[in-house]
């Protein structure tokens, strides 16, 4: 079954602090993986996409690596403001089709 | 991007009411998507709204409880029909671009809906 497995569920940390979210999936065929920020009432914001042959993605604070072997994810988050509270989710998509699968996300709470 | 506006962003709703969600997209798109997410949930895409057809709806999800029409290239609405607390969500508009060899989905606000 393709699923997409966040963890952890929720974090706390405090400004200024460094993190690193994972995403583990049994997606397959693979085409892509985007990583998402929802903020509180907001509808979710692209932050990078990485498609099979990529390992590493940044945009600026944010670096999310893709080992396609082991089908893992990693976001993390550099030198944390209290703007990146919010939810990011996981998402990846099956080769060939419109199919996403959503992860069911992670909570970072920064707090000052 | 696109630019998506949705409206309401929230709204109260009484158990057995209908309520229709807009989705307003500053560009002319050729997919239009409509997801659920209830709370503490990921997301689910309920349909994909074609133009000049009829939508596309996802398992579990049927035209009689979520109608949705896509009059144009820019326009969809969402009706979530006699509505009962388990409808309680953020409803959310999306649309697929293109960027970097894949598509790249653009969300609007969303909106939520509780009803009592």
């Known amino acids: 079954k393709n699923q997409v497995e966040q963890s952890p569920q929720s974090l706390i940390i405090l400004e200024g602090k460094n993190c690193t979210l994972q995403c583990n999936y049994t997606v397959s065929p693979f085409s892509n993986l985007r990583w998402y920020k929802q903020d509180t009432g907001r509808g979710p914001v692209s932050l990078t996409i990485?498609?099979?042959?990529?390992n590493t993605k940044s945009n600026g604070r944010y670096t999310a690596t893709l080992d396609a072997d082991t089908k893992q994810s990693s976001l993390h988050i550099t030198a944390s403001q209290l703007s990146d509270s919010a939810s990011y989710i996981c998402?990846?998509?099956?080769?060939?089709?419109?199919?996403?699968?959503f992860g069911t996300g992670t909570r970072l709470q920064v707090f000052p | 991007s696109a630019v998506i506006s949705q409206k309401p962003s929230r709204d109260i709703c009484q158990r057995g009411t209908s309520l229709t969600i807009q989705c307003q997209v500053d560009s002319q798109v050729t997919m239009m998507f409509w997801y659920r997410q209830q709370p503490g949930q990921s997301l689910t895409l309920i349909a994909t709204?074609?133009?000049?057809?009829?939508?596309?709806?996802e398992s579990g999800f049927v035209i009689d409880k979520f109608p949705i029409s896509r009059p144009n290239l820019t326009f969809s609405t969402l009706t979530v029909s006699n509505m009962s607390p388990e409808d309680s969500s953020i409803y959310l508009c999306?649309?697929?671009?293109?960027?970097?060899?894949?598509?790249?989905?653009?969300f609007g606000a969303g909106s939520r809906l509780t009803v009592l």
């Open positions: 709204a074609n133009q000049g057809s009829e939508a596309t709806y």
């Open positions: 990485m498609t099979f042959s990529e």
């Open positions: 999306s649309v697929a671009g293109q960027g970097t060899g894949a598509n790249v989905l653009t």
């Open positions: 998402v990846v998509s099956l080769y060939n089709t419109d199919k996403l699968i």
